[in-house]
């Protein structure tokens, strides 16, 4: 059963987010809404992971499912994102256990509950 959600607008080629845990929008459905996204990871106690505020925006006004991971690291070739993510993703990781929004900058995390 996945825990996670992969929003359309990240990596469908992704080493780290292949397995079970994950499942990318891309195979469910592309062209969903972010409301069709956002029903979608609550029906199914997903945690959204996007490069949209949108669901920053969303989650702060609504108790878990789903939780947000919310990564902001601006335009990077494909090397220097997996770089960026690989380097953190274990401790974002821990932080999506007690906190609704996980926030993913290039020189910080920031989390909240």
């Not at 079970?20 to 997903?46: F, G, S, V």
């Not at 505020?53 to 006004?61: E, K, M």
């Amino acid at each position: 059963m996945p825990k996670f959600l992969i929003d359309v607008n990240l990596p469908y080629h992704f080493s780290l987010w292949k397995g079970e845990d994950y499942i990318h929008q891309k195979d469910i459905d592309d062209e969903w809404t972010d409301t069709q996204i956002w029903n979608y990871a609550r029906e199914n106690d997903l945690t959204i992971i996007s490069k949209d505020g949108d669901f920053s925006t969303r989650v702060i006004f609504h108790l878990p499912p789903p939780r947000v991971i919310h990564i902001r690291l601006g335009n990077l070739k494909m090397r220097e994102f997996f770089v960026a993510i690989n380097t953190v993703w274990d401790e974002v990781l821990e932080l999506n256990k007690e906190h609704k929004l996980v926030t993913v900058f290039g020189d910080r995390l920031e989390a909240i509950e």
